[in-house]
């Protein structure tokens, strides 16, 4: 793969349109430069130095165009207890798609294979901490006013617990039978 990622031209074309679930321990330096430029050019605050925010993910879906990196999200697998339920659930970070190649429902099919992951392999849930939330509205999320704990990470160390509403930013999607609740969602680690 190159880091041709920025320069490569949109085309309506899918034909070339590769998804990819990778490990992250099996990303090589050249697929690790890739996510970078991705990273940056679609998250300008990103830190510049690594390609995850606060820890690496387990795996990845990457998104290629011929030789290009066009798309991405980062993934984890983690059992969160909301109330007294233990869930097991897909956590969603940094979804993106190359500016060039955005209004293409990339990102909405990013979302759907993550979807048929977690269906795949018995998940109750998919959750995701964001901003905007109409990406995910549109793919069937919805917010969740729980109140929320996690271990604070930063610059490589812990720094506590937490725990807060994160006022109308965290959304669930459910994939299996069990029933949500309003229980305190303690994440058994970080927010993604």
Known sequence: MSLTTLNYRATKDYKFMHFERRE??????????????????????????????????????????????????????????????????????????????????????????IESLGKENNLDLMMVTVTDTSLYTRNGFYTVDNICRWVILQNHSTLGVRERNLNNSLMIKNLGQSKWNDGIIDFMGHIV
């Open 24 to 113: 992250e321990f099996s990303i090589n330096s050249t697929i690790n430069a890739n996510i970078q430029v991705l990273l940056q050019a679609c998250f300008p605050d990103y830190p510049s130095h690594q390609t995850y925010f606060k820890q690496v993910p387990h795996s990845r879906i990457l998104v290629w165009k011929k030789e290009a990196l066009i798309g991405h999200a980062s993934l984890e697998y983690r059992k969160i207890k909301v109330g007294e339920t233990i869930m097991k659930a897909l956590l969603i970070g940094d979804i993106c798609v190359l500016p060039a190649f955005q209004n293409q429902n990339i990102a909405s099919e990013i979302i759907a294979k």
